[in-house]
C-alpha cells in the first residue's frame, strides 16, 4: 500500500511569489491535514480538510490556504511569500472514522521550501 | 486548550535504554500515540495506546500511561545509534478530530 506522497520535494521560491504544494494521501484515507515544520516553532498545524471541506484550522494568517479534491488528494497555497515562510510542509492523510475510533495519521516526507 | 509537553533533548549512551516523558491536560484523550522524525524525514508512527490500557510494550518499545497523572513515556530499550532522531508525543481527545502534538524530544546517542 503506497504511503502518502508529497510533490515537490524541495522548492526554491523568492518572497512574493505563491505556491502550490500537492499531497496524495493513502489510498482510502480521506482526511488530510498540513502542518508546518521550523525549528523554532516546531510543528504547527495549518489545517485539515474531510471530504472536499475544510474541517480544523490553526492560527494562521490568510495567506495560507487550501482545498481538497474529491479523490482526497490536497493542495495548500501560500500566497505572497515571505521569508519566515521557509519551513518543512508535512501533508499526514488518516481514516475518518467516529471521534473516538483510532485515528493515526500517516505522514509524507514533506516538502521543503526554501525563501530567498 | 488542550496542552502537551515534553523536555526538549534526552542524551543516552549506546546500549542503555532511554525513556522520553510527555505530559497532557486532555482529560478526555483517547488515543495517545508516540511519532518518530528522523533528519530529512517525515513523521513515524511507532506506537499508539488506548486510554483505557495501563502498558502496551512492542519489542524495543514499552508505552506507559499513568492517566491519573496525565503522563505518557516510551522506554526505548537497548537504544542504538538508529533510534537517534526527534520523538513526538500526539493525543487525541474524543471532541476533536485533531491531534494535540507535543514539541518533540530530539535523543542523542552517546557512543
Known amino acids: 500500500k503506497a504511503g502518502v506522497t508529497q510533490t515537490p520535494r524541495y522548492l526554491i521560491k523568492t518572497r512574493g511569489q505563491q505556491v502550490t504544494l500537492s499531497c496524495s494521501p493513502i489510498?482510502?484515507?480521506?482526511?488530510v491535514s498540513w502542518y508546518q515544520q521550523t525549528p523554532g516553532q516546531g510543528l504547527q498545524f495549518l489545517f485539515e480538510y474531510f471530504s472536499e471541506t475544510q474541517r480544523n484550522k490553526g492560527n494562521f494568517p490568510g495567506r495560507f490556504s487550501g482545498r481538497q479534491f474529491s479523490n482526497s488528494r490536497s493542495e495548500m497555497n501560500v500566497s505572497t511569500l515571505e521569508l519566515g515562510d521557509s519551513a518543512l510542509y508535512l501533508c499526514?492523510?488518516?481514516?475518518?472514522?467516529?471521534?473516538?475510533?483510532?485515528?493515526?495519521?500517516?505522514f509524507g516526507d514533506g516538502t521543503r521550501l526554501s525563501i530567498l | 486548550g488542550e496542552d502537551v509537553e515534553q523536555s526538549l533533548f534526552l542524551s543516552v549512551r549506546e546500549g542503555d535504554s532511554s525513556v522520553i516523558n510527555c505530559t497532557y491536560t486532555?482529560?478526555?484523550?483517547?488515543?495517545l500515540y508516540w511519532y518518530k522524525q528522523e533528519p530529512g524525514a517525515g513523521l513515524q508512527l511507532l506506537t499508539y495506546i488506548f486510554s483505557n490500557m495501563d502498558m502496551k510494550q512492542d519489542q524495543r518499545l514499552t508505552v506507559l500511561l499513568n492517566k491519573k497523572d496525565k503522563h505518557l513515556s516510551l522506554r526505548i530499550a537497548d537504544t542504538q545509534t538508529g533510534d537517534s532522531a526527534i520523538y513526538f508525543c500526539a493525543e487525541r481527545g474524543d471532541s476533536n478530530y485533531q491531534l494535540i502534538w507535543g514539541a518533540g524530544t530530539k535523543l542523542i546517542i552517546k557512543p
Open positions: 499526514a492523510s488518516s481514516l475518518e472514522g467516529g471521534l473516538t475510533s483510532n485515528q493515526p495519521q500517516h
Open positions: 489510498s482510502g484515507h480521506r482526511s
Open positions: 486532555d482529560s478526555s484523550s483517547t488515543y
